[in-house]
Nanobody, 124 residues
């Protein structure tokens, strides 16, 4: 497993932007695809986006496509989530996760390491 720590969450007005970071340690970062999930109050955790180990491929949930961008810097063992045009429905705890790159990238069992989460609150 790899140890993950997220940062960058906070309170922002609708239409604003935030950039989340997740730094990894403990295992070879480039062995892993990196994903972001989120959990809103009273809801199940859901897939947001994933990026391949090389950074050349990514997938997004329909709800964030065109507004969020995932990227990674393998030299810094860090994955980023740039969130633009934020909406109140984006309010959630955001988690980064490390796992494999495969057919089930959107499912939680694909990931074996998780961060503690960072809160994002979007006010209307």
């Amino acid at each position: 497993q790899v140890h993950l720590v997220e940062s960058g969450g906070g309170l922002v007005q609708a239409g604003g932007s935030l950039r989340l970071s997740c730094i990894a340690s403990g295992r070879t970062f480039t062995n892993y695809a990196m994903g972001w999930f989120r959990q809103a109050p009273g809801k199940e955790r859901e897939f947001v986006t994933v990026i391949s180990w090389s950074g050349n491929n990514a997938y997004y949930a329909d709800s964030v496509k065109g507004r969020f961008t995932i990227s990674r810097d393998n030299a810094k063992n860090t994955v980023y989530l740039q969130m633009n045009s934020l909406k109140p429905e984006d309010t959630a705890v955001y988690y980064c996760a490390a796992g494999g790159w495969g057919l089930y990238y959107y499912r939680e069992p694909n990931y074996d390491s998780w961060g503690q989460g960072t809160q994002v609150t979007v006010s209307s």
